[in-house]
C-alpha cells in the first residue's frame, strides 16, 4: 500500500467502536458471496482485554488474485456503494490480523495484515480440493480496554447486526438466498452461542412516501410491527445507504410504544454513497436531513397510530398535558412531533417559537393593526409565564427548611458571583434569573443589582 495504514485508521475511523470490526467482515462476506459466516469471540476474562482474540471465518469466494490487489489499495472501488476503506477499521483494535484464505478450488493465499502491511508479502499454495473460504484471526488487542461489555455478547452483537444489515438481509431473503450468522462467545469460560437466520427477518409491509427533496428518486418505506414482550421492546428507524442501514432519530427512547417490535426502513435512490467513511453519519446537508425526518417521522406516526390506536389517545394525552402545564405556549407546540420526539424539545421548539414571535413584534418599528393585536396576545402569554415561573418560586422558598443552606436560598433571589450582576438594559434576559421581587416589588424597577459581588463594583 502507498498510504501510511496508522495515519489512515487514525483519520477515517478514530471515532469508530469495537462491533464495526463485525460489520466490516459481514459486509466483505457478502460481497464475497458468503451466505455462511461466522464469529469466533475469546477472552480470559472481561478485565483482560489484551486476552481478546476474534475469529471470522466464512464460505465466499476468498482471496481470488483480483479480490486481494482490491484489499491491498485503499479506495479501490468499482462503485459508489463500496470506500475501500472499511478493513482499516480492524487495526484500530488489532495489532495482527493473521488471513488464511482458500480460492478457485485449489490455491491457499496466507498473509498479515498489519501497520506494515506490503502487499508483495504473502504465502501461496496449491492444496488439494477444498471449499472456497476466508478466515480472520485477529490478535493483540490494542486498547486498555474493551469499551463496553456489550461489544463481545453474542446477544447484543445479533442485535446490532440486524439493525446494521436489515436492508441487506431483507433483499437477500426477498431473493430466496439463505444466510447464516453464527456468533459463538467464551468469555471467562462463559460459551454462548447465538444463530442469525432468514427467519429473523421480518416480512416487511411498504408504503411510498411523498418528497420534495428531489424531483426524480421515489422514496419507499419499509415497515414491520409486531406484538413481543414488554422487556423486548424496540424500534428501529434507519435510512438504507449502499445496503446498510444508517439510524435517523425519528422516535424519542422515551416515546417507543411498550410491548412492540418496530422497524422501519427508508429506501431511495437518493442515497446512494452518501454516507462517510465509517458509514456513521449521512453525507447530505442540514436541510435535506431534516425534510428527510419530517417526512420520515410523518409517515412513521400514521402507520404506528393506524396499528396501535391507543398511541393516538397517549400523544393527545401528552399534547393536553403540555397545554395544562405550559398555557403561555399554547399553539406554538408541533402538534404532528408530540409523542414522537423528546418532550424537551418539543417544550424547546415551541419556546423557540415564541421567542421569535416576541422578537419580531419588538424589532418592528411601527405596528400595524394586526401586528399590535398580536403584541396584545404575545404579552399576555409572556404575563402568563411570569406568573407561572413566580408561583413556581415562592413554592420552592415556601418548602425550604433548616437543612437549606445559605447558598441554596440566596440562589432563588438571584445568580451570585460572576454571574451575579444585573442590568436595566438586560432586563428580558436577567427576568427569569433575578428575583429581587421576593425581598419587595419595588425591585422590579433598578437599574443595576448586584449579587455576591466585590464592593469596589458598588463603589464604581
Known amino acids: 500500500m502507498q498510504v501510511k495504514l496508522s495515519q489512515a485508521v487514525k483519520m477515517f475511523f478514530g471515532n469508530s467502536s469495537l462491533e464495526m470490526v463485525f460489520f466490516e467482515a459481514i459486509a466483505n462476506a457478502l460481497d464475497a458471496e458468503a451466505n455462511k459466516i461466522t464469529f469466533s469471540i475469546t477472552a480470559n476474562a472481561l478485565n483482560q482485554p489484551e486476552s481478546l482474540q476474534i475469529e471470522i471465518s466464512d464460505n465466499g469466494k476468498g482471496f481470488t488474485d ?31 490480523v493473521k488471513v488464511i484464505s482458500y ?24 492444496v488439494p480440493e477444498t471449499e472456497s473460504g476466508t478466515t480472520f484471526k485477529m490478535t493483540n488487542y490494542t486498547l486498555q480496554r474493551i469499551a463496553k461489555n456489550e461489544y463481545i455478547n453474542a446477544n447484543y ?11 441487506r438481509l431483507y433483499h437477500l431473503k426477498d431473493n430466496g438466498q439463505k444466510v447464516e450468522i453464527k456468533i459463538k462467545t467464551n468469555i471467562d469460560n462463559h460459551k454462548n452461542e447465538v444463530l442469525l437466520l432468514n ?32 422487556a423486548e421492546s424496540s424500534l428501529i428507524a434507519a435510512v438504507s ?40 453519519n449521512l453525507t447530505i446537508s442540514k436541510a435535506e436531513l431534516k425534510h428527510v425526518q419530517s417526512i420520515f417521522r410523518k409517515k412513521v406516526a400514521t402507520i404506528i397510530e393506524e396499528n396501535i390506536p391507543k398511541i393516538k389517545q397517549r400523544n393527545t394525552e401528552t399534547k393536553n398535558s403540555l397545554v395544562n402545564k405550559y398555557p403561555h405556549l399554547s399553539g ?4 404532528d412531533n408530540v409523542g414522537y420526539i423528546g418532550r424537551n424539545e418539543i417544550l424547546k421548539k415551541a419556546q423557540d417559537e415564541f421567542f421569535k414571535a416576541q422578537k419580531e413584534l419588538l424589532e418592528a418599528t411601527n405596528l400595524t393593526d394586526e401586528q399590535f ?27 425550604s427548611t433548616n437543612d437549606n443552606s445559605e447558598a441554596e436560598l440566596h440562589k432563588l433571589f438571584a445568580t451570585t458571583r460572576n454571574e451575579g450582576k444585573f442590568e436595566k438594559t438586560n432586563f428580558v ?3 427569569y434569573r433575578n428575583n429581587s421581587w421576593l425581598l419587595d416589588d419595588k425591585y422590579m424597577t433598578y437599574e443595576t443589582v448586584l449579587s455576591d459581588r466585590e464592593f469596589g463594583e458598588l463603589i464604581n
Open 66 to 96: 483480483e479480490r486481494y490487489k482490491k484489499f491491498s489499495k485503499l479506495f479501490d472501488v468499482e462503485e459508489s456503494s463500496h470506500k475501500g476503506l472499511g478493513r482499516l477499521v480492524y487495526l484500530c483494535y488489532f495489532d495482527e
Open 103 to 126: 480460492y478457485d478450488k485449489v490455491y491457499l493465499r496466507e498473509f498479515e495484515f498489519n501497520e506494515e502491511f506490503n502487499e508483495e508479502i504473502f504465502k501461496s499454495s496449491i
Open 157 to 167: 452483537l445479533k442485535h446490532r447486526i440486524l439493525q446494521e444489515f436489515y436492508s
Open 199 to 230: 427467519s429473523d427477518i421480518p416480512q416487511f409491509k411498504t408504503v411510498e412516501l411523498e418528497s420534495s427533496v428531489n424531483l426524480i428518486d421515489t422514496f419507499y418505506l419499509h415497515y414491520s410491527i409486531k406484538e413481543v414482550d414488554p
Open 241 to 280: 445507504v449502499d445496503n446498510r442501514t444508517v439510524k435517523v432519530d425519528i422516535v424519542a427512547e422515551e416515546n417507543i410504544p411498550l410491548g412492540y417490535e418496530m422497524v422501519f426502513l427508508l429506501f431511495s435512490d437518493y442515497f446512494n454513497g452518501k454516507v462517510d467513511a465509517a458509514r456513521q
Open 332 to 335: 406554538y407546540f408541533d402538534d
Open 373 to 399: 393585536d398580536k403584541a396584545l396576545e404575545v404579552s399576555s402569554r409572556a404575563l402568563t409565564e411570569y406568573i407561572l415561573f413566580r408561583q413556581l418560586t415562592i413554592d420552592k422558598l415556601k418548602k
Open 429 to 431: 434576559n436577567d427576568l
